[in-house]
């Protein structure tokens, strides 16, 4: 946890530094020019950034540390219906994408805020 002067130390160095309010994966990182970049993990891209007051007073800046974001996440089998009811449930809630296979017929959540990966796939068909 740190303010916003070891934030900027920490981009000097070329670090890519995140506040906890930050949306999961989101991070901001020093580009060309000695101009500040802020990387929007959904849009998959960074774009300049101008500060906020609110980022200017935060104290709960931190390094952003890439791995630990993927591996947090954990795979889980269960039948369309439950990953339906489930997605309803993380609606507005959390961000999630869905994916279907018609293919396979199959159904498959993830969802940043549960850090969950919920599919209807079968574990044989991943295994193929
Ligand atoms: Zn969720």
């Known amino acids: 946890m740190s303010d916003f002067k070891q934030a900027i ?7 890519k530094v995140r ?14 020019n000695d101009q500040i970049f802020y990387w929007d993990s959904k849009e ?21 540390e890439e791995e630990s ?3 947090e996440f954990k795979l ?6 439950e990953i339906k009811k489930q ?3 993380c609606e507005g809630k959390h961000i999630q994408q869905v994916a279907y296979s ?5 159904l498959t959540q993830i969802c940043f ?7 209807s796939l079968k574990k044989e068909d991943l295994k193929k």
């Not at 130390?9 to 670090?15: E, F, N, S, T």
């Not at 506040?19 to 060309?32: A, E, M, P, Q, R």
């Open 9 to 15: 130390k920490w981009i000097k160095q070329g670090q």
């Open 19 to 32: 506040g906890k309010f930050y949306v999961s994966g989101d991070y901001v990182y020093l580009g060309n």
């Open 44 to 64: 998959g891209k960074g774009s300049w950034l101008q500060f906020t007051l609110t980022e200017i007073e935060a104290t709960d800046w931190e390094i952003y």
């Open 69 to 71: 974001k993927m591996t």
């Open 76 to 81: 889980f089998f269960y039948s369309q219906e």
């Open 87 to 89: 997605i309803e449930f």
């Open 102 to 106: 018609s293919y396979h017929d199959a």
């Open 113 to 119: 805020g549960c850090k969950k990966i919920r599919t």
